[in-house]
């Protein structure tokens, strides 16, 4: 068994989801069901990001097996909260 880093991107213009391949880095990154591009300067620190986590949980893991200290995964997401006190503008 393997673990994996698996990330996805989220398009805000069509409210859909799709994954990122973290293997190879693209030229250019599109929404596959609304063709939407990210700006290009988001690529690199997309990957950059998404690599951390990576790394983050991949020390979790090997903290766990050489010196027997707990394991945590961190996982990385937006979410819209809505608060009570939006009702009353
Ligand atoms: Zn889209």
């Known amino acids: 068994m393997a ?3 698996r990330a996805s991107l ?3 213009q069509c ?4 994954p990122l391949n973290l293997n190879v880095k693209p030229q250019a990154i ?3 069901f609304c063709q939407k591009e990210m700006a290009s300067d988001m690529i690199e620190d ?3 990001a998404a690599g951390y986590v990576s790394d ?9 097996n050489e010196r027997d200290e707990p394991e945590f995964r961190l ?4 979410e819209e909260i809505h608060y009570p006190y939006e009702d009353t503008e």
């Not at 409210?15 to 799709?18: D, N, Q």
């Open 10 to 12: 989220t398009c805000s």
């Open 3 to 5: 673990m994996f880093t």
């Open 46 to 48: 997309v990957y950059t």
């Open 15 to 18: 409210g859909k989801s799709f």
């Open 75 to 78: 996982s990385v997401w937006e």
């Open 56 to 64: 983050i949980n991949y020390r979790f893991r090997k903290y766990l």
């Open 30 to 32: 599109r929404c596959p």
